[in-house]
C-alpha cells in the first residue's frame, strides 16, 4: 500500500509559476515510476512529467523547456515535485500525482490549477 498526500495548485496568471508536491509513504522501496498527469475539462488524462527509480525522465512535448519533474527521498518518504514555469492558459487542469508499482498504480486526490490569461 502506498499513501500519497498532494500539496500545491491554485490560481495563476499566464506566464507565472507554481510548484506540486506529492508525498508517498508505505511501500515506497517497491515504487518504480512517480510522476503527474493533468486532465482538462472533457479532454482525457495525459501524462505530463514522470521520473523512474533510475532516474529517467519524460516530458510531454507541451511542457518540455518549463516543467521540471523531481523527486527526494526522506526517512519513509519520497516526494515528487512539478515545478510550473511560464504556466500558459491551456494549462488549466487537474493535475493528478501518479506512482507505479510492479503490481499496483496509485492515484492522487488531484490539485486543480487554473492559469489566467
Known amino acids: 500500500q502506498v499513501q500519497l498526500v498532494e500539496s500545491g495548485g491554485g490560481l495563476v496568471q499566464a506566464g507565472g509559476s507554481l510548484r506540486l508536491s506529492c508525498a508517498a509513504s508505505?511501500?515506497?522501496?517497491?515504487?518504480?515510476?512517480m510522476g503527474w498527469y493533468r486532465q482538462a475539462p472533457g479532454q482525457q488524462r495525459e501524462l505530463v512529467a514522470h521520473?523512474?527509480?533510475?532516474?529517467?525522465?519524460?516530458?510531454a512535448d507541451s511542457v518540455k523547456g518549463r516543467f521540471t519533474v523531481s523527486r527526494d527521498n526522506v526517512q519513509n518518504t519520497v516526494t515528487v515535485y512539478l515545478q510550473m514555469n511560464s504556466l500558459k492558459p491551456e494549462d488549466t487542469a487537474v493535475y493528478y500525482c501518479?506512482?507505479?508499482?510492479?503490481?499496483?498504480?496509485?492515484w492522487g486526490q488531484g490539485t486543480q490549477v487554473t492559469v489566467s490569461s
Open positions: 501518479n506512482v507505479q508499482l510492479i503490481w499496483a498504480t496509485y
Open positions: 508505505g511501500s515506497i522501496r517497491n515504487i518504480n515510476v
Open positions: 521520473i523512474t527509480t533510475g532516474g529517467t525522465i519524460n516530458y
